[in-house]
């Protein structure tokens, strides 16, 4: 009987090849990495499949039992040569489902899945209005390829309403769309009320400085130009504040850093991995992109540390944080200057407050187990939809 049992289990197990264009720690990669570790093992078995190198996740998702295999390919563009090597891991796996993450995995999954019978495609958006003007001209190819080709998938996921709303104007007409925002481990992302103290000491800084978090690699959708314009602004109106930015190549910032004169105030801390660490040691957490984001992760991390955010008005900022933070409009460092006074000047009492109630806000519609158990719903009803094969 338990031999029997095993074998209708595997019968019935919901077999899920992930595809992604690489592990590197990023706002997608990360929430595969928490999305594979965190379902029921019992229903779904997962492999995940980077197209480029391991990247950092890797030896992540290894731990936690799940396989994970690298094709080798060339950052920024599709490698054709490489399909055969996929098609063929993808024959290994019998995937019920194949789940592909940003644009060129949904590319290269699109032509693989194709040879690889029973096999339901979704492809995952997790951006909004990228200006690819500022990347490779493949990438523009690319997107342009999968408007054409988004009726094949039998869904697309999207981690943002803004995200559905631009693919439509792009010219995306797929049989179903499916809204999973992301999720937010509030166990690890909570306040810390040592942390503030210990990452002034970190910092060399007084205790009485205003810190203001930017977590964000430098890129040219994160805009630390409108970011370091708005800190010269707030320095010259309040000396006591310093800025924090953490985020891969940030150690390419401090030209600008130099010549706006802000040594002194400006941390550059380059990659890190204790992000729960630098929010909760915050007083004020900011993201200034001006372009392309779907759901930023650094405002759910930040607001799940209890602290007050200033975003701008990018993707689902506006509805991620309501009425917990100020929005303003992109690429305005005045504007972003204002509203970074604005709450730093307010009491400790009401910037705790507006720091509870952005966790509250987290854990009510935005929780690591909702979004989990929201794929896994949405992974069994495209395993059981006949009409979707």
């Known amino acids: 009987m338990p031999l029997l049992r095993n074998r209708y289990r595997n019968f019935c197990m919901i077999r899920i090849v992930h595809i992604i264009s690489n592990l590197e720690v990023g706002g997608a990669e990360m929430m595969l990495a928490q999305l594979v570790t965190g379902m029921d093992r019992g229903r779904f078995h997962n492999t995940v499949i980077s197209l480029t190198d391991r990247g950092q996740l890797a030896d992540r998702i290894e731990s936690s039992g799940i396989a994970v295999h690298s094709l080798g390919m060339k950052r920024g563009r599709p490698d054709m040569a490489s399909l055969p090597k996929l098609i063929r891991s993808l024959r290994d796996a019998q995937p019920t489902i194949v789940q592909s993450w940003l644009y060129h995995a949904d590319l290269i999954s699109l032509l693989a899945a194709r040879f690889i019978k029973s096999t339901r495609l979704v492809w995952n958006i997790r951006c909004s209005d990228m200006q690819l003007k500022y990347y490779p001209f493949q990438t523009r190819c690319v997107r342009q390829m999968l408007c054409w080709c988004s009726r094949i998938p039998v869904a697309i996921v999207t981690n943002s309403e803004a995200g559905r709303r631009i693919h439509e104007m792009f010219g995306y007409r797929p049989r179903r769309w499916a809204y999973i925002p992301n999720g937010f481990d509030t166990n690890r ?130 509805t991620i944080v309501d009425n917990t933070g100020l929005v303003v409009p992109p690429r305005d460092p005045e504007a972003l200057a204002c509203a970074v006074i604005n709450l730093i000047d307010r009491d400790a009492a009401s910037r705790i407050a507006l720091g509870t109630a952005a966790r509250a806000r987290i854990q009510s519609r935005y929780s690591l187990t909702s979004v989990i158990n929201a794929y896994q719903a949405f992974y069994a009803d495209i395993s059981n939809d006949s009409a979707a094969a």
């Open 189 to 318: 992302f909570r306040p810390d009320p040592v942390a503030a103290r210990k990452l002034r000491e970190e910092l060399g800084v007084p205790n009485d400085v205003r810190l203001v978090a930017l977590i964000a690699r430098c890129d040219p959708m994160k805009d630390h130009t409108t970011f370091l314009d708005a800190a010269k602004r707030i320095v010259l109106l309040r000396p006591k504040v310093h800025f924090l930015l953490a985020g891969k190549y940030t150690h390419m910032l401090e030209p600008a850093v130099s010549l706006a004169g802000l040594e002194k105030q400006v941390h550059l801390l380059g990659l890190r991995h204790d992000i729960d660490r630098l929010f909760a040691g915050a007083d004020v957490a900011c993201l200034s992109s001006a372009f392309g984001e779907g759901f930023s992760n650094v405002l759910g991390e930040a607001m799940a540390c209890g602290v007050p955010c200033v975003t701008t008005d990018v993707g689902d900022a506006r």
